[in-house]
């Protein structure tokens, strides 16, 4: 089976677009022929994301926060909302913000795509199922969170933003799809923003130690971003609901993470353990059955190539 993406956009709003992996969704939309308009504040984006976006016709960047509004001034058919800082280091650093991008931001983006009858989709997270009781998570686990964890900004804000966007589409028939998204990785991600695959990238290429926390036992499971986008805009021009989970299953320790990247940059580089942060999740794998089912989606780009790709770009010097 194909991914299912017959649909065609004229006009996609990606709130976040500045972003890591909302400037990916923003060219691959222009790519396919739709208009996107770009509606960032900058909080953790980089103006670099999209610079190359600015003189491609039909790209727009609106500079505004979307906990006050989502300011853009031809109805979308398409709004996909991805405003919020994503990396611990950023959420732990924006709290408030972050809270709010979850509620208010949702609000808003919920309201342009009902006032326009446009398809809505929303960035979750795999961060909704907190420190799992089960492995791998399918859509149906209800999670395992502390609402007053260090996490909870983040966790908590997602929680809400899927039911809110559940109560508009019950209440006001609201076109919309919860997508949860596990760890993605790929170039434009920044060097120092905690995340482990940029962490140990830059430590690698810089010959510092590579800094694992705990004993590195811990689980995640990499998608390369090319293929989380692709499950996203599948998920977009189906009409399912979700919430449905884009991730890659192969699942991997921090410290096997560790390894590769130091075997793949041919760095001499060692590993140095440090302590590992409060309610930090040990293992994150998806169930992606429901993905491959309805959207004919799975990961196409394993480990050792997406970081070859990611080394490559960082190598390039466009981290900085
Ligand atoms: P990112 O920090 O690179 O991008 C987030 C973007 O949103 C940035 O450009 C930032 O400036 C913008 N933003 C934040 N708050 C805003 C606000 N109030 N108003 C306007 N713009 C605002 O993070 P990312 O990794 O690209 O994540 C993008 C989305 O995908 C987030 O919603 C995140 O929760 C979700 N997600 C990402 C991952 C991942 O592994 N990257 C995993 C799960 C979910």
Not at 35 to 63: I, K, Q, Y
Not at 117 to 142: C, H, I, K, M
Not at 267 to 273: A, G, Q, T, V
């Amino acid at each position: 089976m194909s991914t299912h993406t017959s649909r065609t956009w004229q006009h996609a709003v990606v709130t976040g677009g500045a972003g890591f992996v909302g400037s990916h969704l923003c060219a691959a939309l222009l790519e396919s022929g739709a208009a996107v308009t770009c509606v960032d504040d900058f909080s953790t984006g980089r103006p670099e994301n999209v610079a190359p976006l600015l003189d491609r016709p039909g790209f727009t960047l609106v500079r505004a926060d979307v906990a006050a509004g989502v300011p853009v001034e031809r109805p979308p058919d398409l709004v996909l909302h991805f405003a919020s800082p994503a990396s611990p280091a950023d959420y732990l650093r924006l709290p408030l913000h972050t809270m709010e991008a979850g509620s208010l931001g949702t609000r808003h983006a919920l309201q342009l795509a009902h006032g326009a009858g446009a398809r809505f989709v929303l960035a979750s997270t795999s961060e909704v199922y907190g420190d799992p009781q089960q492995n791998p998570q399918d859509e149906r686990y209800w999670g395992h969170v502390n609402p007053v964890g260090p996490r909870s900004v983040y966790d908590e804000a997602k929680r809400f933003a899927e039911a809110l966007t559940t109560a508009h589409a019950d209440s006001e028939g609201t076109d919309t799809c919860i997508v949860r998204l596990f760890n993605t990785y790929g170039p434009r991600m920044r060097g120092h923003d905690g995340r482990a695959v940029p962490t140990f990238v830059r430590q690698a290429l810089a010959g510092e130690p590579l800094t694992v926390t705990g004993d590195g036992r811990q689980t995640r499971s990499l998608c390369y971003v090319d293929d989380t986008v692709r499950g996203i805009l599948a998920a977009a021009a189906h009409g399912l609901r979700g919430p449905v989970n884009i991730g890659n299953p192969g699942e991997i320790t921090m410290l096997d993470l560790a390894r590769l990247v130091i075997e793949l940059t041919g760095s001499d580089s060692e590993i140095r353990f440090i302590e590992r942060p409060t309610d930090d999740p040990a293992v994150r794998c998806p169930d992606i059955t429901l993905a491959r089912d309805k959207l004919g989606w799975d990961p196409q780009v394993d480990a050792e190539e997406g970081l070859r790709r990611t080394i490559a770009w960082f190598r390039s010097g466009a981290a900085h």
